[in-house]
Nanobody, 121 residues
Framework: QVQLVESGGGLVQPGGSLRLSCAASGSGFSINAMDWYRQAPGKQRELVAG???????NYADSVKGRFAISRTNAKDTVYLQMNSLKPEDTAVYYCNGDLVEKATMLIMNYWGKGTLVTVSS
């Protein structure tokens, strides 16, 4: 079955950087609109960044100027570049978005299983 797979999480010191990736498993799918969410223990999941089908990027105020979302021209991978990381950025990060099956043009929404980002000295 089709899955979205996140990678790139880990432990980083405050002020450091990480780049998260989100890609569809298998072949024959392209990524249209895609969002990055995060959730810390005891807190609700929040939207941190998104990219539209046309490539327009949006950011939560808390990460604006520090994070950047991008998508490959082939629309096979979405990235979240995270700079100047703060302890409050610590969370499990999830990608969520629409995958297009190229053969049929069917569109379905998927969630990744998440990747943990820990910002600590």
């Amino acid at each position: 079955q089709v899955q979205l797979v996140e990678s790139g999480g880990g432990l980083v010191q405050p002020g450091g950087s990480l780049r998260l990736s989100c890609a569809a498993s298998g072949s024959g799918f392209s990524i249209n609109a895609m969002d990055w969410y995060r959730q810390a223990p005891g807190k609700q999941r929040e939207l941190v960044a998104g990219i539209t089908n046309g490539g327009r990027a949006n950011y939560a105020d808390s990460v604006k100027g520090r994070f950047a979302i991008s998508r490959t021209n082939a629309k096979d991978t979405v990235y979240l570049q995270m700079n100047s990381l703060k302890p409050e950025d610590t969370a499990v990060y999830y990608c969520n978005g629409d995958l297009v099956e190229k053969a049929t043009m069917l569109i379905m929404n998927y969630w990744g299983k998440g990747t943990l980002v820990t910002v600590s000295s």
